[in-house]
């Protein structure tokens, strides 16, 4: 349990320190994919950084179709799902 909490320390302290990157999606995925990474066999590196991958693309999947919905309703038209 102690690589799990320290691989979140590590990419929380390491996504803190910059300004430009977007982390949406990525903590909460890192979190999540750590504590299933040493679940599975103390992997749990491996499954932080692939969790931050998988989260960060599902939360930016969520902003586009958000987006798009925004769009649709300011033109008049359903939102396409």
């Given at each position: 349990m102690k690589i799990v909490t320290t691989a979140a320390i590590a990419f929380t302290l390491a996504l803190s320190g910059s300004g430009a990157v977007e982390a949406k999606g990525c903590i909460k995925g890192a979190v999540v994919g750590g504590v299933a990474g040493h679940v599975?066999?103390?992997?749990?590196?491996?499954?932080?950084?692939?969790?931050?991958a998988v989260g960060h693309h599902?939360?930016?999947?969520?902003?586009?179709?958000?987006?798009?919905a925004a769009q649709a309703q300011a033109a008049g038209q359903p939102a396409r799902h």
């Open positions: 599975a066999g103390h992997h749990a590196l491996l499954g932080a950084a692939a969790g931050c599902m939360a930016h999947k969520k902003q586009v179709e958000e987006r798009r």
